[in-house]
């Protein structure tokens, strides 16, 4: 069984109290419950909050929720904080961005579906690199992978690095590829990387996944056509909106 949680912190650096910000009429947190129910392949949905004001505004549209620790660096550890309040005997967790209002299920099914064998340690989703400018925006998240679709690195940087060819003109001579943020754990797996140490790669990139791949865990990365449309500061939202044709 597969378990869908949404970690939602109300005190976030950037915009605080996002979760219940409102977006035409409903909460954040609410569009992104109300869209992954209509997933096909989750057994279980809850969100995993700190904030009392969040679990109550959940509980209050008919959603579940659950309270967790404060003091969790990252959702990955928030998931493993919920997972264990949970009745069930769930072998995977899915990790749902709670800032994107807008997520087709659909996604969410897409990387369940590389679960079925229940030999997969964790899973991810990346999209395909279609211009330079993608491709040289450090805030994209590049994706090395092997000959199985998992990944060898994650970076802000551009790797490989092409010889003999333009910058420009890299992405038509290597196929590239970006994370999209949407993780799958296998439970087992989730308590491991849970009480792993903070790494040097991931100090260095900011990026928690390296901190798995350092100690050996193998992430399959799934290809996927949907993009990922976060809300991390206040000006995102009409932009998120009119890119969904919304506005």
Known sequence: ??????????????????????????????????????????????????DHRIFEHVTSFGGK????????????????????????????VINIQGDEPFINPAQIDEIAAALADNKVELATQMIRVNTHEELFDQGEVKIVLNDKMEALYFSRMVIPFIKGVEQNDWHNHHAY???????????????????????????????????????????KCILTSFESHCIDLPEDIEKVMKRMGRI
């Open 1 to 50: 069984m597969i378990a869908g949680i949404i970690p939602a912190r109300y005190a976030s650096t950037r915009f605080s109290g996002k979760s219940l910000i409102d977006i035409q009429g409903k909460s954040m947190i609410q569009r992104v419950y109300e869209e992954a129910l209509k997933s096909k392949s989750l057994h279980c949905l809850v969100v995993a909050t700190d």
């Open 65 to 92: 929720a659950v309270m967790t620790a404060a003091h969790h660096p990252s959702g990955t550890d928030r998931c493993w904080d919920a997972i264990q309040q949970l009745e069930g005997d769930y072998q995977y």
């Open 177 to 219: 590829y970006r994370h999209v943020g949407m993780y799958a754990y296998r439970k087992d797996i989730l308590e491991q990387i849970t009480k792993l140490p903070v790494s040097s790669l991931e100090k260095a990139e900011s990026l928690e996944q390296l901190r798995w791949l350092e100690h050996g865990f193998k992430i």
